[in-house]
């Protein structure tokens, strides 16, 4: 039987291997980029010739990486006062690229190619939420759950609403700004290591990223590679006073597992689809409702655990999904198609992947 010290060590293992992966962003995008100069350098002379620019423009990306590396530190900065971590102290860069932890072991040591993926993805989710230029993924993702929360609920100050899977947590915020209380929940170390910082560090700050630097493919041009991107592109202190406004970490059947009638809204934006079994997401989204409350969701059927042989994931389509939200006891107010939903899309690139989504509005019935 595994002990609470056990459990709470493996979390703190975890938490310090998240961190390792931030600060080892630099080294492995700088050892992808020299890779390309070498092919670069092995190409016959009269190759070479034909890219006169090819150097400068991966100087320029060397410089991208840089910033990227400079916003990293920036959000790693008091990390510790999220968890207790040891590598909370030590922020200088080894000469061999790594970082030396407690004098025993090395950055990179157990680190995956998934962890380093999981860091550009964060970098990205940025652009999604807090800049400009996701402005319209946004739109898309975002407002169908907002507009139908204030239809519904137009006294927001006595409105509750979780927001499960809140990534970097724009969808809280907004309701927060708003005037609803709104609690985000998030399983994601990288995801709340990042939300903690641009909404409780930033306040009017601005920093340059650029997200599209570590990719060489599908590029219309070098300059879309290395683009700039501000963020964040609102104030992150502008919640009023009078909101109770935070992030809540932890798997969502865990954390919740205990409430019950807690919640007016379950605002759901790319998120049942995280569930190992969905069917427990719907019946426990159900229990924490208040009787009148709504679940309301947009986002596909991606399904995070299917095809990995040592998760389990129960895969269903839509159409039993609904019969199944029906016999758990919610009422269906509305449901259809948002076409042409990006996630984390870069508007420049010549491959984009956008999902055709679901967008659900069920209600918990009141008692008669």
Same mark, same amino acid.
């Given at each position: 039987?595994?002990s609470k ?6 979390e703190?293992?975890?938490f310090?291997?998240c961190v390792?992966?931030?600060r ?12 390309n100069?070498?092919?670069f350098?092995?190409l ?7 890219l ?9 990306v ?5 910033y ?6 920036h ?18 860069e080894?000469?061999?690229?790594g ?12 680190l995956t190619?998934?962890? !380093?993926?999981? %860091?550009y993805?964060? #970098? ?17 993702? =975002?407002a169908?759950i907002?507009?139908?929360v204030?239809?519904? =609920?137009?006294?927001?100050n006595q409105? @509750?609403?979780? %927001?499960p899977?809140?990534g970097?947590?724009r !969808? ?5 700004t708003?005037?609803?209380n ?7 170390i990288?995801?709340l ?13 601005k920093?340059e990223i650029? /997200? ?5 493919t ?5 300059q ?8 964040? +592109?609102i ?10 406004f935070g992030?809540?970490a932890?798997?969502?059947? @865990?954390?919740?597992?205990? +409430?019950?009638?807690?919640f007016? #809204?379950i605002?759901?934006s ?6 190992h079994?969905i069917?427990?997401y ?6 924490i ?6 679940l309301?969701?947009?986002? /596909? ?5 299917a095809g990995l042989p040592?998760? /389990? ?5 839509w159409?039993? !999904?609904? #019969?199944?939200i ?11 198609? #948002? +076409? ?7 508007r420049?690139?010549?491959?984009? %992947? ?7 509005v069920?209600?918990k019935?009141? /008692?008669?």
């Amino acid at each position: 039987m595994t002990s609470k010290t056990d459990l709470e060590d493996e979390e703190k293992k975890y938490f310090d291997k998240c961190v390792r992966s931030f600060r080892f962003y630099k080294t492995h995008a700088l050892k992808n980029l020299e890779k390309n100069i070498k092919d670069f350098q092995n190409l016959p002379l009269h190759h070479k010739h034909m890219l006169k620019n090819f150097m400068k423009q991966q100087a320029e990306v060397r410089k991208c990486i840089e910033y990227n590396y400079m916003f990293i530190l920036h959000m790693l900065d008091d990390v510790h006062d999220m968890f207790e971590s040891d590598t909370s102290d030590n922020n200088d860069e080894s000469s061999d690229g790594g970082f030396h932890l407690n004098g025993n072991h090395n950055l990179s040591d157990d680190l995956t190619q998934g962890d !380093l993926d999981r %860091v550009y993805t964060t #970098v990205r989710q940025f652009v999604r939420d807090w800049s400009s230029e996701g402005q319209l993924e946004r739109d898309k993702c =975002y407002a169908p759950i907002i507009n139908a929360v204030l239809s519904r =609920y137009p006294n927001s100050n006595q409105t @509750e609403i979780l %927001v499960p899977g809140a990534g970097l947590g724009r !969808l809280a915020f907004e309701f927060a700004t708003q005037g609803f209380n709104c609690e985000g929940n998030e399983f994601s170390i990288f995801m709340l290591i990042a939300s903690n910082f641009i909404l409780n560090k930033t306040a009017s700050l601005k920093f340059e990223i650029y /997200p599209w630097s570590t990719c060489s493919t599908n590029n219309s041009s070098h300059q879309d590679r290395v683009a700039k991107v501000e963020v964040p +592109d609102i104030d992150t202190t502008s919640i009023p006073e009078t909101v109770n406004f935070g992030m809540c970490a932890g798997d969502f059947t @865990e954390v919740y597992a205990g +409430d019950a009638n807690r919640f007016h #809204v379950i605002a759901a934006s790319f998120f049942l689809d995280t569930a190992h079994n969905i069917i427990e997401y719907l019946e426990l989204i159900y229990k924490i409702l208040k009787p009148g409350g709504h679940l309301i969701s947009l986002g /596909p059927l991606l399904y995070h655990y299917a095809g990995l042989p040592e998760q /389990p994931s129960i895969e269903l389509p839509w159409e039993d !999904l609904i #019969v199944i939200i029906k016999e758990i006891g919610f009422i269906i107010e509305d449901m259809h198609d #948002v +076409d042409n939903v990006p996630y984390i899309g870069n508007r420049t690139s010549m491959l984009n %992947v956008n999902y055709t989504c679901k967008f659900l509005v069920a209600k918990k019935p009141s /008692p008669e």
